[in-house]
């Protein structure tokens, strides 16, 4: 017998919270062991940078002053676009890749698809993946929704059109 994307959206098919958030916190450990990856090589070369024009900084000279704070800045800048980056393209390349999911939604045997149960577009999963930036910055209060909405939508979900399935 064949199943449909409706018979298959029933409410037991939806992944729980629990799933939800150890896949979370497995992403978590993913995306930190690529942020050391990424940063420690980036951090040395500016310490190197920076040690290097230690030796001529005249901290008496507002210019130079005023140069180091905004090089400081434009650094901290780019580190946050770097780590944005890194999330970003990680949830929106696995989640709209055949797997349909994470490598936390992998192991928790739950993939995302559309409100009809079909995989999603990178189009999609861009947009739920900016949307994690939204429900993470409201102290995670879009993750938490997940465990109270009818499909177990958090707020990214639903900003995506997408749902969190048990494979």
Known sequence: ???????????????GFGQRL???IIDSIVIGVLYMVVFVPLIAAIGIGVASEAENFDGNDPAAVGGLVGAAMGAMFMMMVVIYGIVILYYTLMESSKTQGSLGKMAMGIKVTDLEGNR??????????????????????????????EKKQGLHDMIAGTLVMKK
């Open 120 to 149: 999603i577009s990178f189009g999609k999963a861009l947009l739920r993946s900016f949307g994690k930036i939204i429900s993470s910055m409201i102290m995670y209060i879009g993750y938490l929704m997940a465990a109270f909405t």
């Open 22 to 24: 150890l896949a979370l």
């Open 1 to 15: 017998m064949e199943t449909t994307a409706t018979t298959t959206l029933s409410t037991t098919a939806y992944a």
